[in-house]
């Protein structure tokens, strides 16, 4: 089977699945169990969407901008998909991400870094609502940046 593309519906179909499920029992060790039960209560709460866009998106992987829009509602994911630049841009949240640092996130670079050293920029949205979760952002952020995909290196250069 080929490898499903960055920014695909296919991915976003993956993402979702891999949202729906949550952070794997190895991701799960070495934080404490009253993180996880906080991250559970806020995940079976969360009402908010997130448009997560990728700068510099290679053209193999479509026309720019893209982003990815996540809605939570009833503890799940109720919508994952890609939306372009023709699409409306209704989110609670908007964030940006360059293409490299999102391959950087795909390689294992640190969720939380990624958000404390603002390698994601939240460019819309009540700021101070959004890091009440924000836990349960990076979580998902790393559970995101897990999801198989292929990232053209050309792009990277």
Known sequence: MAEVKFFSSE??????DALVAGPSEDAKKGKL???????DLIKSLYPASWAIGCRG??????????????????????????????DPLDA???LNMDYADWKALHDGYDAQRTVMYRK???EDGNLLEFFKTI?????SLAVIGRVEAYYPEAALR
């Open 135 to 139: 836990y349960f952002f990076v979580e």
């Open 120 to 122: 994601i920029l939240l």
């Open 57 to 86: 998106l290679p053209a193999e992987l479509g026309k720019g901008p893209a982003y990815l829009l996540v809605q939570w509602a009833g503890g799940t994911v109720t919508e994952c998909r890609i939306i372009g630049p023709d």
């Open 11 to 16: 991915w976003a179909e993956a993402v979702r």
């Open 92 to 94: 609670t949240y908007v």
């Open 33 to 39: 169990q009253e993180y996880w039960d906080f991250y």
